[in-house]
Every structure is written in structure tokens, then in C-alpha cells.
């Protein structure tokens, strides 16, 4: 079994940051991939940001050159620094883990941007 935990959301103005980060527990093997997906109210959860456990990367087209994802594999954590942030980023915001074919999700963690 595998647990993730979040932490790092909450309220923020336009232009502002956050840092996510998000710790794995549990049965993790040495090749998986870890990122963020976010649900917007009314919309469907789309991928943020995704890193192999060989640190390739990929990123939604809205949130390029202002998120940065890395791990750190010792300690089972990925990490989302958020800057420059936009309304359009308000969402919940959840953590995965992929492996041997199977995903696991944290609870979700909420970043609301607004003035």
C-alpha cells in the first residue's frame, strides 16, 4: 500500500507563491513517476506537472516557466514550487504516484488565488 501525504496550500494574492510538497509512504519501488494534478470547480482534474524517478519532466502548457517540479528520491518527496500565481490556478490541488501499472492519489490540498 502506498500513502501520500500534502502540505503547502492555501491562500495566496495574484503574483504570489507556494510551495507544494508532497511525501510517499509505504510499498514504493525505485521506478515510478511522481506529480500534481489539479480540479478547478466544474472542470476535470488535469495533469500539472509529472517527474520520473530519472527526473525527466513534462508540465501543462499554462503553468510552464512559473512551476518547477523535482523530487527528492532518499526521502520519497516531490516538491511544486508555484510562482507568479493566477486566479486560473485556483484548484484543488492532488499528488501522485505511479507504478507498476497502478496510481495513488493524496486527499488534496487547496490553493486558492485571489486579491
Known amino acids: 500500500q502506498v500513502q501520500l501525504v500534502e502540505s503547502g496550500g492555501g491562500l495566496v494574492q495574484p503574483g504570489g507563491s507556494l510551495r507544494l510538497s508532497c511525501a510517499a509512504s509505504g510499498s514504493i519501488f525505485t521506478i515510478n513517476a511522481m506529480g500534481w494534478y489539479r480540479q478547478a470547480p466544474g472542470k476535470q482534474r488535469e495533469l500539472v506537472a509529472r517527474i520520473s524517478s530519472g527526473t525527466s519532466t513534462n508540465y501543462a502548457d499554462s503553468v510552464k516557466g512559473r512551476f518547477t517540479i523535482s523530487r527528492d528520491n532518499g526521502k520519497n518527496t516531490v516538491y511544486l514550487p508555484m510562482n507568479r500565481l493566477k486566479p486560473e490556478d485556483t484548484a484543488v490541488y492532488y499528488c501522485?504516484?505511479?507504478?507498476?501499472?497502478?496510481?495513488?492519489w493524496g486527499k488534496g490540498t487547496l490553493v486558492t488565488v485571489s486579491s
Open positions: 501522485n504516484l505511479a507504478q507498476l501499472g497502478m496510481d495513488y
